[in-house]
């Protein structure tokens, strides 16, 4: 089975975009139309999207966030990142745990997740001063979203949110950033 990578690109764009026409969610997520069609009939079968004659909303962002995150784990498990030591900056996203240190959350972005947009980029990015995180090569969709913070990249927070569920760490703390995010909006 392969990894639902695509399936991302579907809860990205709806985290992003809010309430949504199934038709602009395709275009946004450049993918074909029955597929995103298929993907919003899921989500609302599981509870997590209402679809209101074509156009998606989230009701639930919890729900909506606990159910990419087991979509995450299916994905972690796929597509294998490497642990690397690396020296945060702006060409890379932080999510998970390291997202949560670039905002000032936690003291060290170590064991955290870290995307890059080619597998090359690695090489590069390496340091032996760094933090150990676990860095995957992924797909470019995430860091059309990126938002900077101070100096460094993170994906949209419904992401961050389903890195750190996938990562195992449920606790106050998810409990905390959920909240500060949408009661911003869901930015």
Same mark, same amino acid.
Request: glycine share 20%.
């Given at each position: 089975m392969r990894p639902p990578t695509r399936r991302e690109r579907v809860y990205?764009?709806?985290w #992003?975009? &809010?309430r949504v026409r199934v038709a602009e969610l395709s275009r946004v997520a450049e993918l074909p139309y029955p597929y995103v069609h298929r993907e919003i009939r899921r989500l609302e079968? #599981? &509870?997590a999207v209402v679809n209101n004659a074509g156009t998606v909303e989230i009701? !639930?962002?919890k729900a909506f966030v606990m159910l990419w995150a087991e979509d995450k784990r299916k994905i972690f498990e796929r597509v294998k990142g490497m642990r690397v030591k690396l020296l945060p900056g702006p060409e890379i996203l932080l999510s998970g745990s390291a997202a949560l240190w670039a905002i000032g959350k936690v003291l060290s972005p170590a064991g955290g997740?870290?995307?890059v947009r080619k597998p090359e980029e690695v090489a590069r990015l390496k340091s032996a001063r760094g933090y150990p995180m676990t860095l995957y090569s992924y797909d470019d969709f995430a860091f059309r979203f990126a938002k900077r913070v101070g100096r460094f990249s993170l994906?949209?927070?419904g992401m961050i949110l389903a !890195?750190?569920?996938a990562q195992g760490m449920y606790t106050r703390l998810f409990e905390e950033v959920f909240e500060e995010v949408v009661e911003n &909006?869901?930015?």
């Open positions: 990205i764009a709806l #992003e975009l &809010g079968r #599981e &509870g009701p !639930d962002r997740v870290a995307y994906p949209p927070w !890195d750190l569920l &909006g869901g930015g």
